[in-house]
T-cell receptor
Framework: DAKTTQPNSMESNEEEPVHLPCNHS???????IHWYRQLPSQGPEYVIH?????VNNRMASLAIAEDRKSSTLILHRATLRDAAVYYC?????????????WGLGTSLAVNP | DGGITQSPKYLFRKEGQNVTLSCEQN?????MYWYRQDPGQGLRLIYY???????QKGDIAEGYSVSREKKESFPLTVTSAQKNPTAFYLC?????????????FGPGTRLTVT
């Protein structure tokens, strides 16, 4: 099963950009890269997802390496509300949900 | 407002009792999922359903059961056979089963069994 590797924790200052890395060296051609974030005692919140091309939405940007073995979630201007655990997961484009594997994520701290 | 509701937020049960966790969505999503999260851990998939009257086991289905009689509802029963039932349970839904669709999560139910 394809797994992802993320740093345990990262720290940023408010209003500065944040780059959250994710390695997925065993990604298959049909796997989509998804990012979610979770606040304590809450359900995860969808952030962004992509397949091959870089993606932008109102929350963040997703930069995907050309070989797709890594990706980076970019928060352009961190706010205190962005402090959360960020999960990078792979979802099979063919719909094989047995491959849904969530790691420990990256705990992001944002300093005022 | 469209979304996913889980009830109750906190649930306490005695060991040996079955307990059913509710999950309802009004997003008109076909696929629904149940996850379990233990302290400091990622999510683990218990069961998922891609259409009404159909569901599949995830990675840790033992001791759990589900039903999908209506598109909007996907209740999870934690049976007495589940050896370590105390956990945070999360329900999610997506438009379809494919990875091109994002998942939307409910607020979760924290189950404590003593």
């Amino acid at each position: 099963d394809a797994k992802t590797t993320q740093p345990n924790s990262m720290e940023s200052n408010e209003e500065e950009p944040v780059h959250l890395p994710c390695n997925h060296s065993t990604i298959s051609g049909t796997d989509y890269i998804h990012w979610y974030r979770q606040l304590p005692s809450q359900g995860p919140e969808y952030v962004i997802h992509g397949l091959t091309s870089n993606v932008n939405n109102r929350m963040a940007s997703l930069a995907i390496a050309e070989d797709r073995k890594s990706s980076t979630l970019i928060l352009h201007r961190a706010t205190l509300r962005d402090a959360a655990v960020y999960y990078c997961i792979l979802r099979d484009g063919a719909g094989n949900n047995r491959k849904l594997i969530w790691g420990l994520g990256t705990s992001l701290a944002v300093n005022p | 407002d469209g979304g996913i509701t889980q009830s109750p937020k906190y649930l306490f049960r005695k060991e040996g009792q079955n307990v059913t966790l509710s999950c309802e969505q009004n997003l008109n999503h076909d696929a629904m999922y149940w996850y379990r999260q233990d302290p400091g851990q990622g999510l683990r998939l218990i069961y998922y359903s891609q259409i009404v009257n159909d569901f599949q086991k995830g990675d840790i289905a033992e001791g759990y059961s589900v039903s999908r009689e209506k598109k909007e509802s996907f209740p999870l029963t934690v049976t007495s056979a589940q050896k370590n039932p105390t956990a945070f349970y999360l329900c999610a839904s997506s438009m379809g089963r494919r990875g091109s669709y994002e998942q939307y999560f409910g607020p979760g139910t924290r189950l404590t069994v003593t």
